[in-house]
């Protein structure tokens, strides 16, 4: 098998538990694109949450984000977008506000909050989800840095969102530290039709149209570059990463995936903080 395509996740697999690039991942990515690879940044992270990372690594790669809810070329600008419908979206927001659960609306225009210390909770969550080992305090610092960076934007009211033209629906993000809670907002969002659910964290749950999964969107992403997803590598920590390895020829769990992520892969890779992407991409060129 001749690689001609990676895809990477970001959080827990493509950075490390300070929400950076390491040297040796960049250096990786840079060889891969000497080569002729195309490297494609796959993450449930908005567009704007996932340039603010790669800026400042200097790196300029086409990027599947919001779960493949949006595409877009290395300079920016939208390939294709998969969003829920406004029904959608208001009939999942009434049902996690119904089961008590908080939750964020990602938009073509950005991230919106109506909750900025339950912002910073679910980041954290994520955050250490991908990295257990870190300390809370390192953790919760990235969190607060998303608002300082203007990467998330507060509202009193969703419901403008909903309502108006100007704002494409890509994702909900929930969360509840209440198990039950939890259990009982996906069950009322599975009765939606359309929906698909996945998950980023421990304690949330990813709500796209199901057409905006990563898997989907890469096949969409290889096609219109002439790539066979037999040719493309997929690396990967979590549960929105399954829709991926399940299509490519080599799926690569990180180290510091679960076990349940790890079963469903070819090979295991080092863990994020010991530059695990860099590794997977040196052994295939």
């Known amino acids: 098998m001749m690689i001609k395509c990676i895809a990477t996740d970001m959080d827990g697999t493509l950075l490390n538990s300070t929400q950076d690039i390491t040297e040796e991942n960049k250096a990786a990515i840079l060889k891969a694109q000497e080569q002729g690879i195309e490297v494609v940044v796959a993450t449930g992270r908005s567009y704007q949450e996932a340039t603010f990372v790669l800026d ?98 507060v509202v009193d009211d969703y419901t403008p969102l909903f309502n108006d033209d100007e704002h494409t629906i890509y994702k909900l993000l929930a969360f509840s530290i209440d198990e039950q809670k939890q259990e009982e907002g996906k069950k009322s969002l599975s009765e939606i039709e359309g929906l698909a659910l996945s998950s980023s964290g421990h304690l949330n749950i990813e709500i796209t149209s199901e057409k905006a999964q990563k898997g989907i969107a890469l096949e969409a992403f290889t096609e219109s570059k002439g790539i066979s997803l037999a040719d493309t590598m997929a690396i990967g920590d979590n549960q929105n990463d399954l829709s991926m390895f399940a299509r490519v020829g080599r799926a690569v769990a990180m180290g510091n995936a679960d076990f349940e992520i790890q079963m469903e892969c070819d090979v295991v890779t080092s863990a994020n903080d010991e530059s695990g992407v860099a590794e997977a991409i040196l052994e295939v060129l």
Do not use: W
Request: charged fraction near 25%; glycine fraction near 8%; include cysteine.
């Open 56 to 153: 400042e690594a200097g790196l300029k790669l086409p990027i599947i984000c919001v779960n493949g809810a949006e595409v877009r070329s290395k300079d920016g600008s939208v390939i294709a977008t998969n969003p829920l419908s406004k029904d959608q979206a208001r009939r999942a927001a009434e049902a996690l506000a119904r089961t008590g659960n908080y939750f964020e609306v990602y938009t073509s225009q950005g991230t919106f909050t109506n909750d900025p210390d339950k912002a910073i909770t679910i980041m954290t969550d994520i955050f250490a989800s991908a990295n257990p080992e870190v300390p809370m305090e390192t953790l919760v610092r990235g969190a607060h840095e998303r608002f300082h960076k203007g990467l998330v934007q």
